[in-house]
């Protein structure tokens, strides 16, 4: 085979190589989050273990950020003491991680207005097709950057405390 015959080769694998679809999941060996703190009204979400700040985010918020989340479709977030406590690896937005809103307290509210608390509030990243849509386009969920979510679905566990302030 000649050298410019192997060259090519070599040069095509190459190519291929790097067009290789990236993992969107990744491996964190760093100090566990222990917390997690969102504060809607600067639009941010920190990553704490214990009283460090590990990672800042800015995020948006559901279409009505004012508020606490009361009923479904209400389009906030909600505010409170909640917990991680589920992941979706092939969520529509990219990856995301479950918050356990609606508590007992949230659900006994909205049946006292014969309302549905709503539910399936996630942090997450962003459909390409919607990256257009900010700021507070979610129906009530957190929203990251993709490439944002991918190093928190790797940092954070389920059973993480989150506490959401207004």
């Given at each position: 085979m000649s050298?410019?015959?192997?060259?090519?080769?070599?040069?095509g694998a190459a190519t291929l190589a790097g067009c290789a679809d990236?993992?969107?999941f990744k491996t964190y060996r760093g100090p566990e989050v222990?917390?997690?703190i969102v504060n809607k009204g600067n639009r941010e979400m920190f990553?704490?273990?214990h009283q460090r700040v590990l990672?800042?985010?800015?995020?948006d918020l559901g279409f009505a950020p004012e508020g606490h989340k009361q009923f479904e479709g209400d389009g906030k977030t909600p505010e409170g003491e909640?917990?991680?406590d589920r992941r979706n690896p092939d969520s529509a937005f990219h990856l995301s991680i479950g918050i356990s809103y609606p508590n007992e307290a949230?659900?006994?509210f909205a049946q006292a207005h014969g309302k549905p608390p709503g539910g399936d509030i996630f942090i997450h990243g962003e459909p390409n097709i919607f990256s257009f849509l900010k700021p507070d386009w979610t129906a009530g969920c957190i929203s990251v950057t993709n490439h944002e979510m991918e190093d928190v679905y790797a940092m954070v566990r389920d059973g993480t405390p989150i506490t959401l302030n207004a």
């Open positions: 050298m410019t015959r192997r060259f090519a080769l070599l040069a990236r993992t969107k222990t917390r997690l990553l704490l273990h990672k800042r985010y800015e995020v909640y917990h991680i949230d659900i006994a």
